[in-house]
């Protein structure tokens, strides 16, 4: 026990639907049974406060001995809770906002209040009903951080009687709660926190009994910590390859997934026996960990790894996670070679991933749904008709599986063979473009329709007529836009001044509808 200003005993006193024998008990004087156990917690216990939940008739039975006895031990007079008797639903939910007061009082938690819950006399649903507010006071944070619950067996012909502490019930409760939001979203500090805390007691217990085989389960319960950071801060190499930031260890990495599994593995024993609830999810938890661990990044494997962790953070209701993996994954299949796409090598080029931006920018067929999705996630939905959440998610999913049936190798990948043709002749754009990361690979100043081949990406600023020309042709249309206040239009720009002026890249589609009358034929 520690010192505390605010200990309370909450005892039930069951029904008084029967009659009990009186007792000489030493100390106390005749009491019944009932009275002499919570005398007897509440000389060990030393309360400040005594809560007894009661029925009227257990009430009308007990109240005068209770008391009674509860004086002889030195202790305080208890507060009486009437409560029904439990065999309605009315009857129960009556009982639940009589323990959600005693148990769950903010004040109370605030203060450090110290609680020992006695179920010795809880008739009936008592008991386990107590148990399940419990649970709900811990899943809402308003449960007491020193709550106990205990079961007392009185045997009077013994010279001692034992009172049974129930607190691994609560731990449990905390486990299941724990194991459910680690399931459910991935986040893991609750069950990192049980699983420390088991890991502290179990080595008291070793180091007690003179042993030096200290618990290994800890290795996976960091194992767990790891994997859930990376998950929680989108450490897309750290997750399926490894990542390390020295480049002499980076061939040593070794992905959270992967150390994961193997620490399952080799704890999955000493965890049944030690960590009774963490081993039940460790079969599921190594089914959901095993498809996001990959050799390489680059090529099939690290495709499905990159598609399975899109698929994981869409399952775990993450979809702004899903968006930027699925993305990820996306520009991968249109690098080079390893270089664009290799995080955890020294080989890793960021012009080469610039480039294969740039490829998937202008060649994947759904580079432009997914910036649109992005956009819309990332902007908290303000912009005009943004997308239902049912619509998003939908639609991440279909992008999820869509390339599934087509593994690509970066570097036996042929580069698509449409070009990036640059139309301006103003250096400033130019400059401003090139500092974009854009390669050109054929640059006119002014724009010749005949040189223009399906699919090429036509960058500049083109009359309306010239713009559906191209179209016609197959080629797609990228107006470098500017917001130009009136004091530089007509101006020559150079790559700062165009900065300043909001520049952005936006892809039209233009079509021909006809020729325009410009007479009106009167009847």
């Keep these: 026990m520690t010192d505390t200003n605010d200990r309370r005993l909450v005892t039930f006193l069951g029904?008084?639907?029967?009659q009990s024998a009186r007792y000489d008990w030493p100390g106390l004087g005749t009491a019944e049974p009932t009275s002499y156990i919570c005398a007897a917690l509440a000389r060990l216990w030393q309360p400040v406060r005594i809560h007894v939940l009661a029925t009227p008739?257990?009430?009308?039975?007990h109240e005068a001995g209770l008391i009674q006895a509860l004086s002889a031990a030195g202790a305080p007079a208890p507060d009486f809770c009437d409560i029904r008797s439990g065999r309605s639903e009315p009857g129960l939910w009556q009982q639940f906002q009589t323990l959600i007061g005693l148990l769950g009082n903010e004040q109370d938690r605030s203060n450090g209040c110290e609680v020992l819950l006695d179920i010795t006399h809880g008739l009936r649903a008592q008991p386990f009903f107590a148990g399940a507010v419990i649970g709900l006071l811990q899943a809402i944070g308003r449960r007491p951080d020193e709550l106990s619950v205990?079961?007392?067996?009185l045997r009077r012909d013994e010279e001692l009687s034992p009172v049974w502490r129930l607190d691994l019930f609560i731990n449990l409760l905390e486990w299941s709660q724990a194991l459910r939001l680690f399931l459910d979203t991935g986040v893991a500090g609750p069950v990192v926190d049980l699983g420390r805390r088991a890991q502290r007691q179990e080595s008291e217990r070793i180091r007690a009994a003179g042993k030096r085989e200290f618990p290994q389960f800890s290795k996976l319960v960091k194992a767990i910590e790891d994997f859930s950071d990376d998950l929680a801060?989108?450490?897309?190499?750290a997750v399926i390859t490894g990542y390390a930031q020295d480049d002499t260890?980076?061939?040593g990495a070794v992905g959270s997934a992967r150390r994961l599994l193997n620490t399952i593995d080799a704890c999955q024993r000493e965890v049944s026996d030690k960590l009774p609830p963490l081993a039940l999810i460790l079969n599921r938890l190594s089914e959901t960990v095993r498809p996001l661990a990959a050799e390489r990044l680059a090529g099939g494997d690290g495709q499905s790894a990159m598609l399975a962790l899109a698929r994981r953070y869409l399952d775990l209701g993450r979809f702004p996670e899903a968006a930027v993996v699925l993305r990820e994954a996306r520009v991968s299949r249109h690098g080079a070679d390893r270089r664009a796409v290799e995080i955890n090598s020294p080989e890793f080029d960021e012009d080469q991933r610039k480039a294969a931006n740039?490829?998937?920018g202008l060649y994947d067929p759904d580079a432009r749904t997914i910036a649109d999705l992005r956009n819309d996630i990332e902007h908290g939905g303000f912009r005009r008709q943004p997308q239902?959440?049912?619509?998003?998610?939908?639609?991440?999913?279909?992008?999820?599986?869509?390339?599934?049936?087509?593994?690509?190798?970066?570097?036996?990948s042929q580069v698509p063979p449409a070009r990036i043709i640059l139309v301006s002749r103003h250096p400033g754009a130019r400059d401003w473009l090139e500092k974009q990361g854009l390669k050109f690979d054929r640059q006119f100043e002014h724009l010749e329709p005949a040189a223009i081949q399906p699919r090429d990406a036509v960058i500049g600023t083109f009359p309306i007529h010239l713009a559906a020309a191209l179209c016609d042709r197959g080629a797609r249309v990228i107006f470098l836009s500017l917001d130009l206040p009136p004091d530089l239009r007509g101006r020559e720009l150079e790559a700062d001044q165009l900065a300043a002026c909001n520049p952005r890249l936006e892809e039209f589609q233009v079509k021909r509808l006809g020729v325009f009358a410009t007479a009106r034929h009167s009847a």
Excluded at 15 to 18: C, Q, R, S
């Design 15 to 18: 029904t008084g639907d029967y």
């Design 57 to 61: 008739g257990a009430r009308q039975h």
């Design 150 to 153: 205990v079961y007392a067996e």
């Design 233 to 237: 801060t989108i450490r897309v190499a």
């Design 249 to 251: 260890r980076k061939t």
């Design 358 to 360: 740039r490829r998937f």
């Design 388 to 412: 239902a959440a049912k619509a998003l998610k939908q639609r991440i999913d279909k992008l999820i599986e869509a390339p599934a049936a087509g593994e690509v190798d970066p570097e036996r």
